[in-house]
């Protein structure tokens, strides 16, 4: 592959000046990544002596069509994509495949203006009709758009949407009203409708299922109050709107009134509504990290990890600074039986871990207790869901070897059971070594979880 494919650009967090950046293969805007693309074979044999039965992974849209809206597919992406699936299923990994992970092509954000633009549903389409028959029976579970419900606090990396120069602004998507938020969410469900009906006509031995952020699903009241507690349910539907299109069919009845109110009603064309009635996802796949707490007129923030309010004095453990998330397994659980309770099926945790700042010592041993605590008390609590009566199909720890963190930026927020020597500027070897937790997960994954 070429060095100008190589560098195709698409889109990234940039911690360091604060902004939404065109990021390129191989490279994020401050600092090199792990290089996983020259050295994908190495890093698939360390993950099949940890006893992976599945790998999540994404195809870049842009190293397929480097600008997104061109008529054929670069064969040299292709054919990477190929040597990747064909050595996880070589090692009885199975491929579990992102189409969409906040790497939207540039061009197609400031040429036509993202998923605002009815266009970007044919883009979409001659994209993944191309992967779809190039990949069918390689890959066996696909993820159509990862997180899509920030859409609506991320519209430019989930979205992909501009505002008049977002590249270089200090606050992207400022000028985006909340019909345009809402028009955008109309064209990726149509997309995603299309999606799936093409998948079972390309792929019929595959299964695909949406990908949503959903840590802010386990958002306690502050307190008693009625008003705490409309306030969480609200906060509840909002960040389950995109799903209950995927995987009901239909708009959620709460939002005929948010339209009426706010002027928002996005536009449709005919046939819309059938197409997403009749073409639901065959599963819900969703991240979990850490729970939080919502009092009645305050503002929620956001990270990556999912959303943070008023402080919890039942949560008495956190995970280190700098980055000090609450650790809550029981919110998983309860994620877990909420969407079993509304849905009614299979549910995938692709993700869920923990970032820790960690260096080998001076014999080279990564000591980590910290995450095997954590993985430990998360997979006691999906033993729980499971138990409880839902149909949990599978569980992916984010993200198995140490990259770059998509929302700092950061080399230093480290998640994996495979340490990456390289650091935030840049420097180190890339050798790839095993932390204590390597061993601790692999007996979990040998044991199915009975064993913890």
């Known amino acids: 592959m070429s060095r100008g494919l190589l560098r195709a650009p698409s889109i990234a967090w940039n911690e360091g000046t604060g902004k939404w950046e065109p990021a390129f293969y191989g490279l994020y805007p401050s600092h090199e990544a792990i290089d996983l693309y020259h050295r ?21 849209w842009a190293r397929i069509f480097p ?25 009885g990994i199975q491929p579990v495949v992102s189409l969409s992970h906040y790497e939207t092509p540039l061009h197609l954000l400031t ?34 758009f990862n997180e899509i419900n920030n859409l609506f606090k991320l ?7 501009l505002d008049i120069h977002p590249v270089h602004t200090e606050v992207p998507n400022a000028d985006l009203t909340e019909r345009d938020l809402y028009q955008a969410a109309h064209h990726v469900a149509v997309a995603n409708a299309r999606t799936v009906a093409l998948c079972r006509e390309l792929c ?89 707490v919502l009092k ?20 008495t453990e956190y995970s280190p600074e700098p980055w000090r998330w609450p650790v809550d397994p029981q919110g998983l659980r309860y994620v877990c039986n909420w969407l079993t309770d509304a849905y009614g099926k299979p549910l995938f945790v692709v993700e869920n871990g923990v970032g820790l700042d960690e260096a080998p010592d001076p014999s080279g041993r990564i000591d980590d207790p910290f995450r095997a605590r954590y993985l430990r008390m998360h ?46 500027d840049g420097a180190g070897t890339l050798a790839r070594s095993k932390k204590d937790s390597f061993a601790y997960y692999r007996h979990i994954i040998d044991t199915n979880g009975e064993e913890l």
């Open 67 to 91: 600008k997104g809206d061109e008529e054929e597919p670069n064969e040299a992406g292709l054919a990477y994509y190929d040597g990747l699936f064909d050595a996880m299923n070589a090692r």
């Open 40 to 60: 994908y074979k190495g890093d698939l044999d360390l993950m099949a002596e940890l006893g992976l039965k599945a790998l999540r992974t994404s195809i870049s």
């Open 155 to 161: 519209p430019f990396a989930a979205g992909g949407m």
């Open 204 to 292: 019929p031995d595959a299964q695909i299922g949406a990908m949503l952020s959903l840590s802010q699903l386990a958002t306690y009241p502050a307190t008693c109050s009625p008003n705490d507690v409309i306030a969480v349910q609200q906060f509840q539907h909002q960040a389950t709107f995109l799903l209950d299109l995927f995987a009901k069919g239909h708009y959620p009845r709460w939002v005929a009134r948010t339209w009426a109110e706010m002027g928002c009603e996005p536009a449709m064309q005919p046939g819309d509504l059938e197409l997403i009635a009749q073409n639901t996802v065959d599963f819900i796949s969703f991240s979990y990290y850490k729970s939080c």
């Open 296 to 315: 009645a007129g305050e503002v929620m923030k956001t990270d990556t990890g999912g959303a943070y309010g008023a402080n919890n004095p039942y949560i």
């Open 379 to 424: 997979v006691e609590q999906l033993r729980e869901a499971v138990r409880d009566g839902c149909d949990v199909m599978g569980y992916l720890w984010w993200g198995p070897i140490d990259i770059v963190s998509a929302g700092t930026g950061e080399m230093c927020k480290r998640y994996g059971f495979v340490y990456v020597d390289k650091d935030n």
């Open 111 to 144: 040429e036509y203006g993202g998923w605002l633009s009815p266009r970007m549903g044919e883009f979409w389409m001659n994209y993944v009709r191309t992967v779809f028959v190039r990949y069918a029976g390689k890959v066996r579970y696909w993820l159509t």
